[in-house]
């Protein structure tokens, strides 16, 4: 049914108050079976303490099973669609006058938005909107204010106060989670975000402890044409599919990715087809510039994910009337044909008209509505603008948590440790960390790929169960159970995003990136995400999550693939700690002070180290735990100091041996913690020998120990009586021959004709 129709039916029923045979609405088109029947649209209902302009939950009229907005309904569609075109404008006003620094709009998908913003329930359901979704993010009850508060980079600005460009959204209260430039990397946290909802559910101990958790809550996530092309729009669905997850995808297709159209960027320029295969996605199409049409469409997807059936897509063909930001001229690609023919289409100048035309409302009462927003905007401005910025001492502040640190004598329990039992490897001491942690805390979900001990669990009995590859996760499963320890997809970013949403609601992931050489499909999700996402809301969002990583080379074989350690490459993320044990006692104790941390850990396991019989120690206890940016000193000495970790430790430790017969004391120091590192430490062994070798396993260039090198060189030359020495693994890769494997990484020898030539300088 058009427009004209569906307006005259409302204005009809309204007066005449009696049941009016009307011709059925057009139907979406459904994708190809098997495909779930479209659902009954819901019955909007009311949400306590919403903002009334902005949380529209309207009274309907009924008309052959057909749910249709009544007439004060349609005004406020109206209105919060011209409110959010009007902010566009201003904000492009701003712009133009220097008085902001950027403008992204949210224009020509002003009405899908709305209908979605209807369907859904602000502080209720999650929403991950993407930077076109300012009409949403009005109707869930976002003000003008707030939202000029982001364009100004103001320090009340409720997003990210003043550290992220506009149209990033982000509001505690309406469960709006913090956005990102990046395109797609929303899709697969808000994934995560509807399975620790799932998983709450399966896990008896989280039932009664858990807030914020409803029964029929959805999570709402939002992409444009363009991020369909992303893998990690394919590895959402997947794992929705999956799981029957209840999310709702909105694919807000413009027909542009920034210049590059649909057809260039989709086989056959059409996503949703090319996803109809897909079980359990509910996948219908809408005109995106007619609200009534979209209203309908939503609903029906959202009620289909509130019923646990599954997830949905709705397609929504939208426009994009202006460029795709301020720093963009769509009239250098797009002809003045093309442009115009959106224009016709702009669903807020049409619809606007409809309503004058069918007599909803007059033209004089929509000028009175149009002004009372240019001015309720015009002031929301002129707030803005004389919002207080954010101090420049605040921009170290929340780079890390702010309550809980890691580093604190809270964390320390190692003096006086008291152990037991027999000696067990890196493995072993792993293994049993998380044992004690995970039935400490019911919050903690492992997962990665081969984790799990079975996943087909009718054979769980008959077999020994795999547990990981290195068998570090081995007998958790058994232990507690397939909703807190389970297998993913082969992809990593599939990991680690999921992880990242589970950890906004509350859950403590712990999971496995199998090999560190294949942790660069996850990088996105590392670098542009989990560190990122305390800093960039203000403290306002948080994921605090473990990612244990096998690494390193020496395993005679390893090549390429299986050898790399690239840490330099993480070290530098602000936001993410990075540790790196040597031993099993400290594996044991960082990774509880890991898991108990309130920050992204990066916690790295080094291959050849598992289960060595130099490393071995007996059990510390299930309350042991070692600080981060704990130094330990592993020999002492008086003549060179080593400072290293990893795999380095020992080869250091044999050298020294070798030195001693030579009559050179030698200290050695184990780092154990990179991001943060013991700089005191390291101050205190410089001052005390005067020499000072850096040794690892990553590359000379650009490597880790650089740094530790330059700062010892930038701030304690007057204690140096030599340069100082770095033995590292050469500028190459790693090969599979075990000969050249020997001469591409640092060996005892080499550390030993360091110690020769630093004590001869």
């Known amino acids: 049914m058009n427009d004209t129709k569906v307006l005259k039916l409302v204005r009809k029923s309204e007066s005449d108050s009696v049941e009016t045979e009307m011709e059925q609405p057009r ?105 076109r979704d300012r009409a949403l993010c009005l109707q869930l009850g ?41 395109t797609g990397t929303q899709l697969l946290q808000a994934v995560g975000c509807a399975e620790a909802n799932y998983r709450v559910n399966l896990i008896d101990e989280l039932k009664q402890r858990t807030k914020n958790f409803h029964s029929d809550e959805v999570t709402y996530v939002s992409l444009g044409d363009g991020t369909s092309s992303e893998g990690e729009f394919w590895e959402a669905l997947n794992t929705a599919c999956n799981l029957k997850l209840p999310v709702v995808f909105l694919l807000e297709d413009n027909g542009y990715a920034i210049s590059v159209p649909v057809e260039v960027q989709t086989a056959g320029g059409d996503a949703s087809s090319l996803v109809s295969g897909f079980p359990s996605l509910y996948i219908q199409k809408c005109d995106g510039t007619d609200p009534i049409e979209s209203l309908e469409v939503m609903s029906q997807a959202v009620q ?27 009239k250098l690609y797009r002809s003045d044909e093309e442009r115009s023919g959106d224009a016709e289409r702009d669903p807020v100048k049409r619809f606007g008209a409809r309503l004058i035309e069918e007599g909803v409302i007059s033209q004089q009462d929509l000028q009175k509505i149009k002004d009372e927003i240019d001015h309720e905007i015009a002031e929301a401005a002129d707030q803005a603008l004389a919002s207080p910025q954010p101090s420049v001492e605040s921009v170290t502040k929340f780079v ?17 440790v008291e152990l037991s039992g027999n000696a067990g490897t890196v493995v072993d001491l792993i293994n049993r960390c998380l044992h004690t942690e995970m039935a400490r805390d019911p919050s903690i979900v492992v997962f990665g790929e081969d984790v799990a001990d079975c996943s087909r669990e009718q054979y769980l009995d008959n077999v020994k169960g795999k547990g990981g590859v290195f068998k ?10 397939s909703a807190r320890v389970f297998n993913s997809p082969l992809a990593e970013a599939n990991i680690v995003g999921r992880a990242i949403g589970m950890a906004t609601r509350g859950l403590k992931p712990v999971v496995e990136i199998q090999f560190f050489d294949y942790i660069w499909p996850a990088m996105h999700q590392i670098r542009n995400e989990l560190a990122l996402l305390r800093w960039r809301s203000g403290n306002e969002w948080k994921a605090p999550l473990v990612i244990r990583v096998p690494i390193g080379g020496y395993l005679k074989g390893g090549a390429v693939y299986h050898s790399q350690s690239g840490v330099s490459t993480f070290t530098q993320i602000p936001g993410l700690r990075v540790i790196y044990p040597s031993n099993a006692l400290d594996a044991n104790g960082l990774l ?92 205190e062994t410089v001052k005390k020998t005067n020499r000072v070798i850096v040794a690892h396993e990553d590359s000379l260039s650009f490597g880790y120990g650089a740094e530790i090198a330059a700062r010892i060189s930038s701030e304690l030359f007057e204690h140096l009586d030599a340069p100082v020495k770095r033995v590292c693994a050469l500028d190459t890769f790693v090969a599979y021959a075990p000969h050249l494997e020997d001469v591409i990484l640092p060996q005892v020898t080499d550390v030993a004709k360091a110690i020769a030539e630093v004590k001869s300088y």
């Open 592 to 683: 509880r002070t890991a898991i108990r941390s309130d920050d992204p850990v990066l916690f790295l396991e080094h291959k050849h180290l598992y289960r060595q019989a130099y490393n071995k120690s007996q059990y510390p206890g299930d309350q042991f735990m070692i600080p981060f940016g704990k130094a330990r000193r592993v020999r002492e000495g008086t003549d060179i100091s080593i400072i290293t970790y990893g795999a380095l430790v020992q080869r250091s430790l044999v050298a020294a041996k070798q030195a001693e017969r030579e009559g050179v004391s030698v200290e050695v120091i184990d780092l154990r913690s990179l991001v943060p590192y013991d700089w005191n430490s390291i101050v």
């Open 304 to 330: 289909y994910c509130r019923e646990r059936k599954g997830p949905a897509l709705v397609h929504a063909k939208v426009i994009r009337p202006y460029s795709h930001s301020l720093s963009d001229d769509e």
């Open 400 to 416: 890390f948590s702010p309550t809980v640190d890691p580093t604190s004598k809270k964390f320390d329990t190692e003096d006086g």
């Open 472 to 481: 570090v996760t081995e007998n958790l499963q058994r232990k507690f159970g």
């Open 142 to 182: 976002m003000t003008p204010l707030e939202q000029l508060l982001a364009a100004v980079g103001s320090e009340d600005d409720p997003a990210s106060h003043g550290r992220q460009m506009p149209s990033h959204w982000g509001h505690t209260e309406l469960n709006i989670v913090s956005q990102s430039s990046p």
């Open 27 to 131: 139907e979406a088109q459904p994708a190809p079976a098997p495909r779930p029947k479209p659902v009954e649209a819901p019955k909007p209902t009311a949400v306590p303490g919403a903002k009334p302009m902005h949380a529209l939950r309207a009274a309907v009229v009924k008309s052959r099973g057909q749910s249709l907005p009544d007439r004060k309904t349609l005004v406020e569609m109206y209105r919060t669609m011209y409110t959010s075109r009007r902010i566009d404008d201003k904000e492009i006003q701003l712009k133009r006058q220097n008085r902001i620094y950027f403008q992204i709009s949210g224009a020509g998908h002003e009405a899908v938005l709305v209908a979605a913003g209807m369907a859904l329930r602000p502080g209720y359901d999650w929403f991950y909107p993407y930077y």
